[in-house]
């Protein structure tokens, strides 16, 4: 099991900038790609970026050029910088893990517990 906990959610005004983190425990070493979703009211669950143990990256349309998604293999933890933020921004931002558990032959994939992130007008 890997335990994801987010951190640096809040209340910022358009324009503004976050910082959200995420720490990864347990066996981290089953985690391949690592990514930020975000979920807004009414809305669906949406990817907003990954990352790979490689570092390879892919962002939604939608925050491309301002959002920079980063990683620390060593300390596992996951970044999401967010500038230039808008209302649309607005969601529940969860952190994600998935890969693969080689001991037990199956796919798996973790999910934190989400932190808030509010843009207002």
Known sequence: ????????????????????????????????????????PHAQRELVARITRGGTTKYADSV???????????????DLTM?????????????NGEGFDFSRAIAVEYWGQGTQVTVSS
Do not use: H
């Open 1 to 40: 099991q890997v335990q994801l906990v987010e951190s640096g959610g809040g209340l910022v005004q358009t324009g503004g900038s976050l910082r959200l983190s995420c720490a990864a425990s347990g066996s981290v070493n089953t985690v391949n790609a690592m990514g930020w979703y975000r979920q807004a």
């Open 64 to 78: 491309q050029g301002r959002f920079t998604i980063s990683r620390d293999n060593a300390k596992n933890t996951v």
């Open 83 to 95: 500038n230039g933020l808008k209302p649309d921004d607005t969601a529940v931002y969860y952190c």
